[in-house]
């Protein structure tokens, strides 16, 4: 195994114009591990990153690599390769210079390096591109040189700002399989940087969820989806439908919750005491027609399709509740105007406190 | 053109005086610039002297070939006979000299200049734009006689070096100006990818800014040198005994008897050479757009 953990010990980062753009933090990213930093933009994502491979010195705490503090070592003298928002490929250079770059800094030989060079093109499939330039390449093929130009100095750790965002869908599909092939063939550490959910659910081992200078949680897919521990967390990641009151009743592990709707029962994982403000979350496909432990009145208002499934949008009091059910010929119709029970059980459903939320399609589309 | 036809007539008698003015005023700027040239290059070819277009006397290139006919020729002919060609050759070989050692150091200073005020972020920069650009604004009788005055008190004579050594004070100012524009179009980005690489700032400088800057550095070059060989105020103040090929142009310009049209057929030529120039770096950069 080729790759170092990586340690953020209580690191804040202020720029000199004094904004605080990473509040004190602390993470411990394991060695070959494909690790996804996920957030909206503007979150700190990329402060984090810089501070990482020495472009910056953070402002408190130390950033350890395999064990050994970061302090005072430049971006040229860290095991760490960063792979750039924008790719910034040398556009002078031909490809295979692009490359061999790292290893020309290195002193190592023109042969040696257009080896090693055509090596690591091969590997990214683009074995007869090495004489073009940068500009002579689609899209995907500058992605892959990046990828190359990283992997030839033999990172310990690789860091991925963004790197697919500028794809097309089918090739994002494509890049991203492959850059989950070429972590575990080489046992580097990835920290990969995403606003793209999607991205990070199914490439990474863990994921921290970022939002305004902070990491909110650190789980696997499966743990930030399922388990959410704050409301931004479970209304960045995955649809959500939110339900907002106070605590009413506490018991083992779960609560209920008083919301204009009625009152539900569901986990409680951070032992909210009745009369804390609180918001309960349940994902749509979590939702039942015809309701459950918990339920309520809601009309269908739209229904789109999506092939297998359905998205249904009903209105409860003013609440828009999204509901997705497979798409089986037993779900409700338009015109059944009439009012019909939803719910959802009380092990699907978690009650978190109220906290900042993830902005929805409208807030950012209207801004 | 505005077209006039839907516009009612007074409107149309104020857009008719004012495009007419402007076109006026194009026509005379134009013939401004250009007309005395154009009398230049005609009197080159006229065999009078002092220079005139007025009084045609047929057509000659005597004046041309002044720098290369044979020494009889040169005798026999009244007007060329009084002109000193050696010293003539020796002060446009000085011009070359200077210009030899100004243009490297001009590029030199202009690219330091221009990478500290680039790539090095603080609050002193605007201080130091200003400071490193003042020579350029300064009146150049005021480099000239400064850098005489300078230079005597460190006990060196005014010469070819203060000549060198004031022309190079504003000079420098053209190449940083023209290497700024072009770094700061070149994303910091792609020196930070080098130096994530493991190159030293040096290898980053080779490697990359260098290359990239070539072709400004080429135009810089090419400014830096007109601007030395055609300098006369500020070489006048800092030359001391010394000649120039501009100075010596002055000074044959204000010879009593009418400047000799030697000077004219000079100027000719460095009108050709220019537009040559223009003409090539045009086709040049086509090229380099259609590759
Ligand atoms: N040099 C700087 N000086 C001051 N503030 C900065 C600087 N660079 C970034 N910021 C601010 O810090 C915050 C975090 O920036 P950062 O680039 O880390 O965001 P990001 O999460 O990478 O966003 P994106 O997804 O848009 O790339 C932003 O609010 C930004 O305005
Ligand atoms: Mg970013």
């Known amino acids: ?367 | 053109m505005t077209d006039l036809s839907h516009t009612p007539p007074r409107r149309r008698l104020r857009l008719l005086t004012a495009d007419g003015l402007l076109s006026a005023y194009t026509w005379a700027f134009l013939v401004f610039m250009f007309l005395p040239l154009l009398l230049m290059i005609l009197s080159s070819f006229n065999d009078t002297s002092p220079p005139s277009v007025t009084e045609w006397q047929g057509f000659t290139t005597k004046w041309y070939t002044f720098f290369w006919m044979p020494e009889e020729t040169l005798r026999a002919d009244p007007v060329l006979r009084s002109l000193d060609r050696d010293r003539f050759v020796s002060c446009f070989g000085n011009s070359l000299y200077v210009a030899a050692m100004v243009v490297p150091l001009s590029l030199l200073l202009g690219l330091a200049g221009a990478v500290l005020l680039t790539r090095w972020r603080s609050r002193a920069n605007s201080a130091l734009w200003w400071v490193l650009l003042s020579p350029m604004l300064a009146p150049g009788i005021v480099l000239g006689l400064s850098a005489l005055v300078f230079w005597s008190r460190l006990g060196v004579d005014a010469g070819l070096f203060t000549i060198v050594m004031a022309q190079t004070t504003f000079i420098a100012g053209y190449p940083m100006l023209i290497l700024m524009a072009r770094l700061q179009r070149q994303p910091v980005e792609l020196e930070e990818a080098a130096l994530d690489l493991g190159a030293t700032p040096f290898r980053v400088f080779r490697r990359l800014t260098l290359p990239y800057l070539a072709p400004a550095l080429a135009s810089a070059a090419v400014i830096a040198l007109m601007a030395s060989m055609e300098n006369y105020n500020t070489t006048m103040f800092a030359k001391g005994g010394a000649c120039t090929f501009a100075t010596e142009i002055g000074a044959m310009a204000r010879n009593p008897n009418g400047h000799p049209p030697v000077i004219n057929a000079v100027g000719t030529v460095i009108i050709a050479l220019t537009v040559a120039g223009a003409l090539l770096h045009t086709f040049l950069s086509r090229r380099e757009q259609g590759r």
């Open chain 1, 1 to 367: 195994m080729r790759g170092k953990d990586v340690t953020l010990d209580s690191v804040s980062i202020t720029y000199p114009n004094g904004f605080t753009a990473v509040e004190p933090t602390d993470l411990v990213v394991e060695a070959g591990e494909f690790f996804s930093i996920l957030g909206p933009s503007g979150c700190g994502k990329t402060t984090i990153l810089r501070a990482v491979s020495g472009f910056i010195e953070p402002s408190a705490g130390r950033v350890l690599i395999g064990g050994e503090d970061m302090a005072g070592s430049g971006p040229n003298a860290r095991p760490t390769a960063l792979i750039f928002q924008n790719l910034a490929l040398f556009p002078l250079m031909p490809v295979w210079e692009n490359v061999a770059f790292g290893l020309e800094a290195r002193g190592i030989g023109k042969k040696a390096r257009r080896e090693k060079a055509q090596e690591l093109l091969d590997l990214v499939a683009l074995g007869d591109q090495g004489d073009k330039l940068p500009s002579e390449l689609s899209g995907g093929q500058r992605q892959r040189v990046a990828i190359a130009r990283a992997l030839a100095v033999e990172p310990a750790v690789l860091l991925l700002d963004e790197p697919l965002s500028a794809l097309d869908l089918k090739l994002r599909q494509h890049m991203r399989a492959e850059l989950r092939a070429i972590q575990k063939k080489t046992g580097v550490t990835f920290i990969y940087i995403t606003h793209d959910q999607g991205e990070a659910l199914t490439m990474s081992d863990r994921i921290a969820v970022m939002n305004n200078g902070v990491i909110e949680q650190v789980g696997t897919g499966d743990e930030i989806y399922s388990h959410p521990r704050t409301a931004f967390a479970a209304s960045f990641v995955g649809e959500t439908n939110r339900f907002e009151g106070r605590i009413a009743d506490v018991e083992a592990g779960m609560a209920q919750i008083e919301t204009p709707l009625g009152r539900f029962r569901a986990r409680n994982p951070d032992q909210l005491e009745p009369g804390s403000e609180a918001m309960l979350f349940v994902r749509p496909e979590a939702m039942r027609i015809g309701g459950d432990e918990n339920r309520f009145e809601a009309h269908l208002v739209r229904r789109d399709l999506e092939g297998a499934f359905l998205n249904l949008f009903f209105d409860a009091r003013g609440t828009e509740i999204a509901v997705h059910v497979t798409n089986d010929g037993h779900a409700p119709e338009l015109h059944d105007a009439a009012p019909m029970p939803l719910g959802f059980a009380a092990a699907q459903a978690v009650i978190l406190p109220r906290g900042a939320l993830a902005r929805t399609g409208q807030e950012l589309a209207a801004q």
